[in-house]
């Protein structure tokens, strides 16, 4: 069954350190988001992106990050300059329409 | 905007009943189930979409009332492999994908 692949699985940085995450979504899908969960909390949208462009942000997703498709498999989100609140669980999702998302197993980001 | 979900924890005994509730202050194009073992990604269970469709599989069913703007899951007969933390999530519009999760409600079903 086709998954949603993330590495690293685990990522530890300092702070003001530039991280990129990467996710392979499954390769049929159209869609493409990354959600974060800071540690006993819920999931937090940051960004959903289709056709190439960032499609809807949160209020989380501020000037330090981006998002790319460079090139027909990877989504990445890269982090300019991380803050020790940037740490946290990051989870690639991605989907056919915007209905039914799949999550990968996660990238666990720690900021010293 | 973030959707409450009722209760915050339940225990069980293998083989009972659970419900868990999702309500939301906003009008609702969809409502999104998640199941989420400790440390790892949430496994979506299922997809509620406006006009009021109960969906289920197995015995795990929801209902949603969109009119309400509330969407409720239900447990039957639970095993131990139901246990975690089980999540909506809403989207307003339909148009990006955007989920907004509630808080969670933590489930153990002790044997």
């Known amino acids: 069954e086709p998954e949603v692949t993330q590495t690293p699985s685990h990522q530890v940085t300092q702070m003001g350190q530039e991280v990129i995450l990467r996710c392979v979504p499954i390769?049929?899908?159209?869609?493409f988001y990354w959600y974060r969960q800071i540690l006993g909390q819920k999931v937090e949208f940051l960004v959903s992106f289709y056709n190439n462009e960032i499609s809807e942000k949160s209020e989380i997703f501020d000037d330090q990050f981006s998002v790319e498709r460079p090139d027909g498999s990877n989504f990445t989100l890269k982090i300019r300059s991380t803050k020790l609140e940037d740490s946290a669980m990051y989870f690639c999702?991605?989907?056919?329409?915007?209905?039914?998302?799949?999550f990968g197993p996660g990238t666990r980001l720690t900021v010293l | 905007q973030q959707p409450v979900q009722s209760p915050q924890a339940v225990i069980l005994r293998e083989g009972e009943d659970a419900v868990i509730n999702c309500s939301s202050s906003k009008a609702l194009y969809s409502v999104h189930w998640y199941r989420q073992k400790h440390g790892e990604a949430p496994v979506f269970l299922m997809i509620?979409?406006?006009?009021?469709e109960q969906k289920g599989h197995d015995k795990i069913s929801a209902s949603f009332n969109e009119k309400k703007q509330q969407s409720s899951l239900y447990l039957t007969a639970s095993q131990l492999s139901y246990s975690g933390t089980y999540f909506c999530g809403t989207e307003g519009t339909g148009n990006t994908g955007k989920l907004i999760f509630g808080q969670g409600t933590t489930l153990q079903v002790k044997p």
């Open positions: 509620l979409l406006k006009g009021g």
């Open positions: 999702a991605s989907s056919t329409t915007t209905d039914t998302q799949y």
């Open positions: 390769s049929n899908h159209l869609y």
